[in-house]
């Protein structure tokens, strides 16, 4: 069983900044794929970004965003530069302990989730 708790969420204007964060507990997910999922109002759950080997994301963020991991901390990142409105949505942080080998992740490649953090970005 892991835990995700997600944080770092809030408000900002749009080209502005924010980190949110995503701590695990209860097993250590250092060897594990982790991914940033986001869910909009009225929209599907999509993608975001992915890092196992490597670092995975969405057209729509690339060069904006950044993931990252404190294997440390047992703990990962989502840098969010450049902000736009459109970014705006419930960041959901998941790790899978299968074996992803696509480069845009879908849902049902996660095994457990954590609750979600909202951000806003005003216009």
């Given at each position: 069983q892991v835990q995700l708790v997600e944080s770092g969420g809030g408000l900002v204007q749009a080209g502005g900044s924010l980190r949110v964060s995503c701590a695990a507990s209860g097993r250590t997910i250092s060897?594990?794929?982790m991914g940033w999922f986001r869910q909009?109002?009225?929209k599907e759950r999509?993608?975001?970004a992915g890092i196992n080997?490597?670092?995975f994301y969405r057209d729509s963020v690339k060069g904006r965003f950044t993931i990252s991991r404190d294997n440390a901390k047992n703990t990962v990142y989502l840098q969010m530069n450049?902000?736009?409105?459109?970014d705006t949505a419930v960041y959901y942080c998941a790790v899978s302990f299968r074996l992803i080998t696509a480069?845009?992740?879908q849902s049902r490649d996660m095994d457990y989730w954590g609750k979600?953090?909202?951000v806003?970005?005003?216009?």
């Open positions: 060897n594990y794929a909009a109002p009225g999509e993608f975001v080997w490597g670092t450049s902000l736009k409105a459109d480069t845009l992740w979600g953090t909202l806003t970005v005003s216009s």
